[in-house]
Structure formats: C-alpha cells, structure tokens
C-alpha cells in the first residue's frame, strides 16, 4: 500500500511542480527550433503512469537543444528548442486536468484507507473480545451454555462476512486483513472443537444436574409440605378438628358428554362396608343446566379416565346438579317436584320416591350462580345428608339427615345462612361447608354449620378454580377429596384437617 501510494505522491508533486515551473518561475521558458539541448526528464520514462496520460510517444520524446545567454542586466535566457515547432497547451491543459482527477483519486483513497483502518481497529478489538471470551469458555467447562455459544457463534459469522467484503474492496496491502481473516477462521474453528466437546459431555450433563435439582427441589417442596400439613386422619374417621385448607384443584377430564355440557356433578361413590371401593359416577346435565337424563358409571379411575367400560343408563328425569352416590344408590331431586328419589344403580332402577318436607324446589332458592339446585344432596362419615330452603326458613339452608334406604328425614337444622348467598355446599363429619364467589379464579369456603354441636361461623378457606362457575361438590370420606364439576370439567380437591380434635 505505502509503496504504491508514495509513488503517486511523487508523480503528483512532480506533476505540480512542472507545470508551475512553465508558467512563471526564473528561467523563462521560450520555444525555438534553434539550438536545441537536450533536456532528458529521468522520472518521466520510469512512469508507467506516464503512457496513460501522456497520449503517445510524443511526449517521452526528449525535448530538442537549448542555448542559455546573460543579457547586460545579468539576467540569464535560455531558449529551448522543441521537437515541434509549436507549445503543445493542450498536452499541458490535459496534464492539468489528469493531475486533478489524480488527485481527487488519491484523496479519496486516502479516506478509504482511514475507513480501513478504522475498520480493521474494530476488527482487531472484538477479535480479541471474542478470544477472551472463548478462552473463558475453554478454562471453565460449566460456565457457559447453549446460548453462550450461539451468540458468538453469531458474531464470528457476521465478522467472516464483513472480512470477506473487506477483502474484496481493500486496494492496498492484503496482509493485514489476510491475517484477520485467518485469526477469524481459527475462532470458528475453535468453537466448533468446543461445540462438539460441549455437546458429547457438558450440555448434557448440565440438563442431568438441572433436572436433578428440579427433582429435588419438588422433594423438598413435598418434605415441606408433609411436614406443615398435619397428617391426614384415618380415612373414614372424623378424628380432627375440621377443614382448615385446601389443595388446589387437579383436573380429572373433561365430562364424557363434552365441553358444551357444562352442568352436572361427578363423585366416587362411598360405602362405609367397603370404603376403599372405586366406583365412579359421572352425571352431566342436558344443557338447559336443568335435566338429568343419562350418568355413567366406571368400575376403576383408570376406566374413568379412558372412557372405557362404562355402564351408562338414563333417568326420566333429574333435576339440578345435586346429585350424589352412596352405598351403591344415586340419590337425586326429580324433574318439576319437590321429590326426592333412590335410584339403585347396578341393576339401574327407581328404588324409592318421597316428597322431602317442606322443601322449596324449581328454581326457588337455588344456589348463587347455579340454577335448578334447590336441593343437594351430600354424604360424608356419619352418612346421606340433603340440603335444601324452606319457605319457613325463608330461603336460609336447611340441613337434613336421611335414611339412604327410606328417604326419611332422621333429623334436621336450620342454619342463619340464606341460601341463594352461597355457590355451593359439602358435608364432612356432620359439618356443613359452604362457598361463595370471590372472582372467576377463586372461591372461599367462608361458612360453616356444625350440626354435632349447632355451632355455625366464619371460614376464610381460598379454593382456586379452573373454570368461572363451581357448579357441583361432593366429598368423599375414604379418600378425604373433594370432587367438584367446574363448567364441564371434573376437578379433584385434597382437604386438609385441623390435627386436633375440637
Ligand atoms: C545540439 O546542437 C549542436 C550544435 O548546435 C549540434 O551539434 C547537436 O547535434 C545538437 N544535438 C541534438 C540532439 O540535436
Ligand atoms: C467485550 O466483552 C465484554 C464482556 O466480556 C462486553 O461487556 C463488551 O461489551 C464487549 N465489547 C465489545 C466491543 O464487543
Ligand atoms: C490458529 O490457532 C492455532 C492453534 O490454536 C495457533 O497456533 C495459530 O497461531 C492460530 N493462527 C492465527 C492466525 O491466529
Ligand atoms: C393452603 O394450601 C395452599 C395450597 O396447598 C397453600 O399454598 C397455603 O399456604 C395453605 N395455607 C395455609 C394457611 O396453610
Ligand atoms: C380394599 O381393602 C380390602 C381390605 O380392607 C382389600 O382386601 C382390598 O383388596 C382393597 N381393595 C382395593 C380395590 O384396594
Ligand atoms: C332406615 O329405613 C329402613 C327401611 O325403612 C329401616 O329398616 C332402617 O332401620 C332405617 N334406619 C334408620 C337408621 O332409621
């Protein structure tokens, strides 16, 4: 580059100078054909440049004799004889100009050369970034990761590119840019040794560690929780001292009818001779949100979950999700009546119908946010439990004891909660929980009656939601879960104990 350039230089200041000399300095130029010397311009042959702007062989001609005489006044004159008989202006008028361009060339040159360098600088500096940075990742094994090795990956890509532009352009000296080129070819060479390293060994055993200590930290989430969580009383006793919290719900499946059938209930039916029995009831509404028509049974959960061998039969016709299973019977509210009605189940039939006393029904005080549930139906330890309103007990909940074989009401309380104020209901242990809406994420038990003991007061128990609406609940005492049907969903809740008794 500097060699090139410095020769321009040169030409340029020779050129200048030259053509300056002609016009007006000491020695006064004056062409004759007379007595000519030999005036012999040495760097004018050597340049090559010379051919291009000199137009022909006229010019590297030498120029003819000259003769130099002093005049009185002491001022010397020379005259030089030319080949050519007249001042060739417009050879001089056409050096000019090329001087110009040249000129004008090299300057523009000159700035590329900084913008070169500049370049080249940058070069330099995130090179040795890079290097640093590959060098930290070849010492230290773990501390780098996938994406680590993308990013420079990226960055040594983008750098080849503009190296290879550089190239291309660059007019003077390649060394410098050969040299980074081939620095930037061993970066990609180096990070794909390490990539190939780091792939076989240390990524995977990152991902190992990290699911390791994921593992571990669900270990330790679960020890944590075992250990606040008293443990649970034995399935089917009531030695505790009441619901104190809940888990968050776990979704079982969507209902077998679809997602459109967004009332119903579902539960596992519970018998107190065989409580760990696992018969599954499954019973969505039409989509009225009124009329139970058909239910299915499972034998196992495994079944429930497949939909596979399933019992299904039809009724004519329930009413309201307050449905529920015990001891082998679905107990229900019937279509348009204040009944209430036995269905045995295997072999599926109508047991028993009995008006419930006093019972308001068809939409009268039916939960919040849940039509045609006047009456509910609940079982928990001490047995089959129906709640409902009275005009008498002017729409507050009402709680009665059945015989699951008669329908008779063995006993019943009158609590001061008005029904329609609350989304749902459950039994445990003789204890009446209740709910209410906090927003379309949250319910809250908020209220309880206990009827061992006729004490009834505030809960504050949040119980998230899956979906906007609860529109079932049923406990089951063996395995101590809630089964809740929530917009067409079958959610199960765990129930957590007060460990000491009351
Ligand atoms: C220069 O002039 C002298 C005398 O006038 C002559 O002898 C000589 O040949 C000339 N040289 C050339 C190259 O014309
Ligand atoms: C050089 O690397 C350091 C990190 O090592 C970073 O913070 C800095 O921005 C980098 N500089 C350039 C020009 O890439
Ligand atoms: C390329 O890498 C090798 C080994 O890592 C090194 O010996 C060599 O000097 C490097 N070449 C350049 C141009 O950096
Ligand atoms: C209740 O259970 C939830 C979910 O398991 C838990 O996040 C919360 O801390 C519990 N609350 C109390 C008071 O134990
Ligand atoms: C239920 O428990 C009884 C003993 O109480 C046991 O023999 C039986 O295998 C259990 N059945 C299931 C399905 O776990
Ligand atoms: C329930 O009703 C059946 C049939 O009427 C009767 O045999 C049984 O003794 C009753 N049980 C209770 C606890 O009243």
Redesign the pocket.
Known sequence: MSQGLGFLLALLSFLCSGTVGAQNTGPTWVPSSTQPEVLHIAPWEETSAATSWGGGGAVSKPFSNFTGTVDDRGICQCSVSLPDTTFPVDRVERLEYTAHVLSEKFKTELSKVKEYAQLITTYEKRLFNLTVRVEIMEKDSISYTELDFELIKIEVKEMTKLITRLKESFVGSKQIVVQLEMEIRNMTLLIEKLETLDKNNVLVIRREILALKERLKECEAQNEQASLVPPAPAPGTCNHGGVVNISRPSVVQLNWRGFSYKYGSWGRDYSPE?P???LYWVAPLETNGRTLSSYRLYNTLDNLLLYTHFQESSINAGQGSGATVYKNNMYVNWHYTGNIVRINLTPHSVAVTRQLPNAAYNNRFSYANVAWQDIDFAVDEQGLWVTYATEASTGNIVISLLNDTSLEVLNTWVTKMYRPSVSGTFMVCGVLYATRTLNTRMEEIFYYYDTNTGKEGNLAIPMPKMQEVVQSINYHPYDQKLYVYNDGYLVNYDLFFQKEPK
């Open positions: 065989h760990n029995k696992t």
